[in-house]
């Protein structure tokens, strides 16, 4: 059972302790065996699940009806719905999940458990090609991605580990196995807003990886690091030969083994980590610079978001395969206004300063489970400046890049690639008159990116999963303008023609914070969006072999 713990205000506003549970096994459970009691009719089991839900209702008169036993009673109900509609909708993949769900719903140790699902799952796409399998392990929507999810929050319930004091894991109705984790307001001294499951096995990105080694072997492309190749010189002098190596390449992979490593995260070096910490819950690298997005907007605003995103699209674009060159002309003509004579404010230096240093304090760890060995380098890192005459202002910054920065066959993330769809002419809008704009902006182009393979350059969310994703700084005194806020951007955006439709779906219950919204790409990021994922393996191969 799901348990969650913590101290919140009550109405009178004193301090009181909470306890949240959710016996998402049992709704496991009796989702199986309804399904199998009626024969594997999935309308069947639907129907039979409302008259348990009808049934709570007319057995429990008003009063109890506010209590928590039913609250948690219907919640369990609601949950085993959902969990039936996820498992048996799709008549396709339904035996495949029904085979999965009863593994979970064994006694088996979370190990044992995950060997016979990493087998079930593997002969179940060893029916497709390599591009087929790469494709539903990496997308998080399609029917294996949403699978490893589940999967997850199975085995973080089995784990004994509790999230701390005031987190919570919410589920969406009629979205299982989707959540969102949620930093409770109150008392939450304890409360630990980096916190990730111990147990590796209760994170996706690992599941991810381990499928992804059983697939493909132990090798990953991203991290092979350049080989010395032996070669011979005749002297003039005589004719013995001498060995020689050529030297390697500047690259943080030449330090890494060639191996996938079970887990990578990203976080603030020691010295920083005392007065730094990230807002949300990252349990991927996304979540984790979503985490850090939502900290510099809270720091410098959404000017620091736009030099933030700036900086990721002109790093993402560098064809270098060693040492990146940073232009910060370039970055500053992007995001704000130049003069003629080359300068721009102090105050956007400034905040670029600050933006550069925050990233320039991350470091990646990865960990490799089977040697133990953990290797720690810096995010990026700045190993020289050029300045091109003495009177200019803007230099050019030499970096080396980790290897997520670069377009590799095991590298899910290419971080920033999606960036490279947003127009300049967006970035250059006032940020006093739309600062909505650049977090709208990525949202969508990451959207339209990773699931342009199904849905063609059109994404559905709801306003709530927009603004969320957009890393907006949320609470109760300005949710709802900033909701407002959201439908007008959406609107100037069409009128600008930014974006080509976007379709306002009213939620059926009235919460506007459902309401969904199906948002389009124009032709030119439609065309973009086809380039980059179309991207050769040779480009890939050129670019992964100096990594």
Known sequence: MLKFYGIRFNVQG???????????RESLNASLYIYEHFENDLQKTLDAIDREINQLFQSNNATKCKSSQFRFLLAKWFRTKDISNYLFQDTYFSGFKGKIAKIINTPKPIKAKWTLIESEIVNFLAEYDQKTQDELIHDSDSAIGTLLQMITIFFMEQDDERPPANLELQFIRGQFPKVIWKKKDGVNASSNPFWTPKNQYCKTSFLTSKLISALHGKYAKVLTPSVTVPATLPLKDDSREISYSKPQ??????????????????????????????????????ETLLSLQKNIQKQLSHEGVKHFLGIFRQLSLSKSKNICSFDTKKHFQLVSKVSKKGTCSKKQHTIFDQVFNILNSLQVKRHWHKTQQIITNPFLLQIGEEQQHP????????LLLDPLFLPCPNNAYWLGSHLQLIPQYLFQESIHKHALLPGISSFLSGCWLNEFRGKKGTTEKTAREIIEGCAFNVVSSNRYRILDKLMGELEYMKDRKYIDQC?????????????????????????????????????????????
């Open 14 to 24: 004193l301090p009181e302790r909470y306890n949240i549970s959710i016996a998402l």
């Open 391 to 398: 009177q200019s202002i803007f230099t050019i910054k030499k």
């Open 249 to 286: 390449s500047l690259s943080f992979g030449n330090f890494m083994p060639n191996e996938i490593p079970d887990e990578i995260t990203i976080s603030y070096s020691a010295e920083q980590k005392a007065c730094q910490q990230f807002e949300l819950i990252p349990e991927s690298i996304g």
């Open 503 to 547: 379709q306002h779906v009213k939620s059926s219950v009235g919460n506007p914070w459902e309401d969904v919204y199906q948002i389009q790409a124009n032709g030119d990021t439609f065309q973009l969006i086809q380039n980059l994922t179309h991207l050769s393996n040779q480009q890939y191969q050129e670019i992964g072999a100096h990594v």
